[in-house]
């Protein structure tokens, strides 16, 4: 078992920026490849960007690119999504995911474990 618990959500206006971190504990951490995803109200989840268990390789969904971040700190058992010049439609709960794969990979159903989400908002 993995535990994932997100946290640096809230209210930001349009332009402003967050970072989300996420914390790990339980099974192997660093041979895995982690995830962020969102889900808004209504809408399906989506994937937002992911890592490969070294931090070497990354990939983002292009309504992010150039705009979000992924990073890992493996000694520490985090992973971050650092996220500037945000928009409204950004506006979403934001879920880690982790693989038990090296990955890094986009589709939900290649994630095991999953935390509970943090929300972010962004107002116009």
């Known amino acids: 078992q993995v535990q994932l618990v997100e946290s640096g959500g809230g209210l930001v206006q349009a332009g402003g920026s967050l970072r989300l971190s996420c914390a790990a504990s339980?099974?192997?951490?660093?041979?895995?490849?982690m995830g962020w995803f969102r889900q808004a109200p209504g809408k399906e989840r989506e994937f937002v960007a992911a890592?490969?268990?070294?931090?070497?390789?990354?990939y983002y969904a292009d309504p992010v690119k150039g705009r979000f971040t992924i990073s890992r700190d493996n000694a520490k058992n985090m992973v971050y999504l650092q996220m500037n010049n945000l928009k409204p439609e950004d506006t979403a709960v934001y879920l880690c995911?982790?693989?038990?794969?090296?990955?890094?990979?986009?589709?939900?159903?290649?994630?095991?474990?999953w935390g509970q989400g943090t929300h972010v908002t962004v107002s116009s």
């Open positions: 995911a982790a693989d038990d794969e090296l990955g890094p990979r986009f589709r939900s159903s290649d994630y095991a474990y």
């Open positions: 339980g099974r192997t951490f660093k041979n895995r490849a």
């Open positions: 890592i490969n268990w070294s931090g070497g390789s990354t």
